[in-house]
């Protein structure tokens, strides 16, 4: 493996980079803007109409974040006139043939000027209507592999998707980093074919005009043929399920390109630059500390004992530089990445538990009324029986408190009853989606990832900069000192 200066390898190249509202990707290019002002062009696919839209979500979903901060003082006073120089917008949609570009000549200037694709479009959402996650996590793989096809200088592609498209994780052990050949399916179930599956959403679609189904039963009849369709061949939710099948079609369809594939774990707020702490989104186990710190959360379901592969943002971003200076014009390798903790640096559900406790505790979350919220430990149940009871028992109290409500309070009860009744339906949703993760067991082997940090240390690479190697975390100090505060001020807003 060939490594070198990862500046000197940005020094007047252009980047195309898609996703370029996603969490990863504002970290990805704020990364390159800072430590390479002399990047040649960094092109930014964004889903927009036009040049006006996507200048829109350019200033207000990118650069007007505190992430840039660091940039703009770096800058100072010619920073907008640097962006302007540096980036091209390019209004599209990754869910389309050539990316959806209506300028024909920005499309001919993209083919003959582009030297690296890095494809970070995608929907993350577990529960995604199928249609939707079908057309953006798998062939939109298909869409960017054309379009780099048609790149005359393209010297890589680096294709990001996910560790957790290897399903549940229910048995220990080590995942591989072993990709997937078109028509894999995780229960052995076979006749999986991604053009079928591309008709049965077109022929579901069709049924369900001809029913005159109205937009909100078109978008729930669409998240449970995701679901039914995922679960039909292993996989645990429409997410995992879309990017796995976007991998295969990178391994079908790439031909002589030089592509390689990262896959993270679950990514958490920066670990040190441009600052540690910055977070946006609601991740899973943000979603925990955010139930948590504000007094909502009194159950959880799950293994203590679990792993929790987390890995702060700029780690895989700097994983992604490095991978892509190290495949850069190598058609023949076949390499993916995990980017994870899990065998280097591994964190369970019980740390996760105790560093709560203690943050929360410290520096309690203030209320709307002015007060602090005061937090406990929670009811631990490890299995869905108890969960499922624990859901039951809550349900028969207002059951109770209904039958006997008097007249004038009937109506309240009778809400409350009914609002329950929905939200038990929603908790036990999430409950299914969640629950592969909050059970899971395995470990994700690294043996690449860590062949490419020795690489990187012997071959010129500035370590420094750079830096992706779990075990430079204390996760004590990072969930007390850096994630959560980050958490707190980014995301409970």
């Known amino acids: ?268 707020s920066t670990f040190r630059e441009p600052f540690p702490g910055w977070a946006e989104g609601v991740r899973t186990i943000d979603s925990l500390a955010l139930a948590y710190g504000k007094g909502k959360l009194t159950c959880f379901l799950g293994d203590l004992k679990a792993i929790v592969d987390a890995i702060p943002a700029d780690m895989v971003v700097n994983a992604i530089l490095v991978a892509m200076v190290a495949h850069a014009n190598h058609p023949s390798d076949d390499v993916i990445y995990h980017v994870g903790s899990s065998v280097r640096r591994p964190i369970r559900y019980s740390n996760l538990q105790e560093y709560g406790l203690r943050y929360f505790t410290a520096k309690p979350w203030i209320n709307k009324d002015g007060r602090p919220v005061k937090v406990g430990k929670v009811t631990v149940l490890s299995n869905m029986e108890s969960f499922r009871r624990y859901m039951f028992i809550r349900y028969l109290l207002v059951l109770k408190g209904l039958e006997l409500a008097n007249t004038a309070f009937c109506q309240y009860f009778r809400g409350t009853y009914l609002d329950l009744s929905r939200k038990i339906q929603i908790v036990m949703r999430l409950v299914d989606l969640y629950k592969p993760y909050l059970f899971f067991r395995a470990a994700f082997d690294d043996m690449n990832t860590e062949k490419l940090r020795m690489a990187a240390r012997q071959g010129g690479v500035e370590t420094d900069l750079f830096y992706f190697d779990p075990e430079l975390i204390d996760w004590g100090d990072y969930f007390l000192n850096i994630h959560l505060p980050g958490v707190v001020k980014y995301i409970f807003k």
Not at 153 to 180: D, F, M
Not at 193 to 211: C, F, S, Y
């Open 1 to 268: 493996m060939e490594l070198g200066s990862i500046l000197h390898f940005l020094q007047d190249k252009t980047i195309l980079i898609t996703g370029a509202t996603g969490f990863l990707a504002k970290v990805l290019l704020e990364k390159i803007l800072r430590v390479q002002p002399n990047v040649k062009k960094i092109y930014l696919l964004l889903r927009a109409a036009d040049a006006k839209s996507a200048t829109h979500r350019l200033h207000n979903e990118i650069i007007a974040k505190d992430l840039f901060r660091v940039l703009k003082e770096k800058v100072g006073a010619n920073f907008n006139s640097f962006i302007s120089k540096k980036l091209t917008l390019v209004p599209g949609d990754i869910s389309r043939e050539d990316l959806g570009l209506e300028d024909t000549i920005l499309k001919e200037e993209i083919y003959d000027q582009t030297d690296v694709i890095i494809n970070l479009a995608a929907t993350t959402n577990f529960d995604e209507r199928y249609d939707i996650s079908l057309g953006l996590n798998t062939f939109g793989v298909k869409y960017v592999i054309n379009f780099a096809k048609k790149c005359t200088k393209l010297q890589v592609l680096v294709h990001v998707s996910t560790a957790y498209v290897c399903g549940e994780g229910g048995e220990e052990g080590l995942i591989l980093e072993k990709p997937y050949h078109l028509g894999d399916s995780l229960n052995g179930v076979p006749g999986l074919d991604i053009n079928a599956e591309e008709k049965v959403v077109h022929n579901k679609l069709t049924e369900l005009q001809q029913l005159g189904a109205t937009e909100k039963e078109t978008k729930e009849v669409m998240k449970d043929l995701g679901i039914s369709r995922a679960k039909l061949y292993g996989w645990p939710n429409t997410y995992v399920f879309t990017k796995a099948m976007g991998e295969m079609l990178v391994e079908q369809l790439k031909g002589n390109l030089s592509v390689v594939i990262i896959r993270p774990t679950i990514v958490t």
